[in-house]
């Protein structure tokens, strides 16, 4: 099944909402309005005391495992900042040498033993597809399947970032609809260039400028999605010239991390 059909897995039927956040692609134009919002709302209670203190009960009761076993530090420090923002006991596994990994344990066996002592784990992974491995084998293997939040896995998709690249776009001026926005670098293997694309479905009239070095260019996948939604788009190898035309420039630096 492609990504489409297989995010419907991963939504809690009554009231639709996400079980598990592992791609763009499970975003609805509505549920994207809405977290802008509440996005909007935290930052102003978050700006007196009494209101940090109030975030800080809503999740009091719940804990979650931050399972980066890919070198991170703004994800990472993202994370943490938002758990202790919310009130959320957090545990950071990030060195599978100081776990039962080394003695044959599987991956996958690990994340599910969290399962016992967390309500959800935030993955990153070098590994590509290893979050939704992870949220299948949850979903197979336990009475309590664990809400996965893929933060980065392997060269496919970061969800996570995508949101607050969107939100970042949001709060510039305008909103995202009629933007131009030019992505520069490594469009092939950049997770984060991949999942914003997916998100501008839901926008109108956006224009998007694709530019990279031979051999670095957005796979076929993409320029068949950016075909099949009508988005508009246009690709090249020099970038000075289309800098003018461009609202937003997301820039991005070679991801030969994927490579190793």
């Not at 979650?64 to 076993?69: A, K, R």
């Not at 690709?235 to 030969?256: C, G, K, S």
């Amino acid at each position: 099944r492609d990504t489409s059909e297989r995010a419907q897995f991963f939504v809690k039927q009554e009231g639709r909402r996400l079980q598990s956040c592992l791609y763009s692609q499970q975003f609805s134009a509505a549920f994207l309005r809405h977290l802008c919002r509440m996005a909007t709302a935290i930052r102003e209670i978050q700006d007196n005391r009494p209101g940090a203190d109030y975030l800080r009960g809503l999740l009091s009761h719940k804990r979650v495992i931050l399972y980066f076993l890919q070198p991170s530090t703004r994800t990472r420090m993202s994370f943490e900042a938002a758990c202790d923002m919310l009130g959320l006991e957090h545990s950071l596994v990030h060195d599978a040498s100081t776990s039962s990994e080394v003695k044959g344990e599987s991956a996958l066996d690990t994340v599910q033993t969290f399962s016992n002592y967390a309500d959800a784990v935030v993955i990153r992974h070098p590994e590509q597809g290893f979050a939704e491995q992870v949220a299948w084998h949850l979903l197979a293997n336990t009475a309590r399947p664990l809400p996965v939040i893929n933060a980065g896995s392997g060269p496919d998709q970061h969800p996570t970032q995508a949101l607050l690249d969107w939100y970042t776009i949001e709060r510039s001026g305008g909103g995202v609809n009629g933007k131009t926005i030019l992505f520069a670098g490594d469009l092939r293997r950049g997770r984060t260039v991949r999942s914003l694309i997916y998100l501008t479905k839901h926008a109108r009239d956006v224009r998007l400028l694709l530019i990279a070095p031979p051999g670095f260019e957005v796979k076929p996948d993409i320029t068949e999605f950016l075909d099949r939604h009508g988005i508009a788009y246009l690709q090249n190898t020099v970038l000075e010239p289309h800098i003018a035309e461009a609202d937003v420039i997301y820039m991005t630096r070679v991801q030969d991390e994927h490579d190793r």
